[in-house]
Nanobody, 115 residues
Framework: QVQLVESGGGLVQPGGSLRLSCAAS????????MRWYRQAPGKERELVAR????????NYADSVKGRFSISRDNAKNTVYLQMNSLKPEDTAVYYC????????WGQGTQVTVSS
């Protein structure tokens, strides 16, 4: 069955870094656009970053440009989100999603930025 399993979340101080991973299985990973979303308490889910199936193109929300970097390893069926210079407003549950002939979602991983 299809699985997207996020990992790497946690508690980090402002200015710190985290690297999220999303391991995919059960579908043809290298044909899917991959996205990272986040949802903070009381707010709508927002698109943070996306990467094309080959990794040749990436896009970011304005709020994370220059701080976050999305990448993928199609040999490992994994997509990453490197988050640097974290701010308290980055606190949210982060979800990876696969967009293609179907749409698949992971279960989310909590990121908390606090001193």
């Amino acid at each position: 069955q299809v699985q997207l399993v996020e990992s790497g979340g946690g508690l980090v101080q402002p200015g710190g870094s985290l690297r999220l991973s999303c391991a995919a299985s059960g579908f043809t990973f290298n044909t899917y656009v991959m996205r990272w979303y986040r949802q903070a308490p009381g707010k709508e889910r927002e698109l943070v970053a996306r990467i094309t199936s080959t990794g040749g193109e990436t896009n970011y929300a304005d709020s994370v440009k220059g701080r976050f970097s999305i990448s993928r390893d199609n040999a490992k069926n994994t997509v990453y989100l490197q988050m640097n210079s974290l701010k308290p407003e980055d606190t949210a549950v982060y979800y990876c999603a696969a967009w293609g002939s179907q749409i698949y979602w992971g279960q989310g991983t909590q990121v908390t930025v606090s001193s």
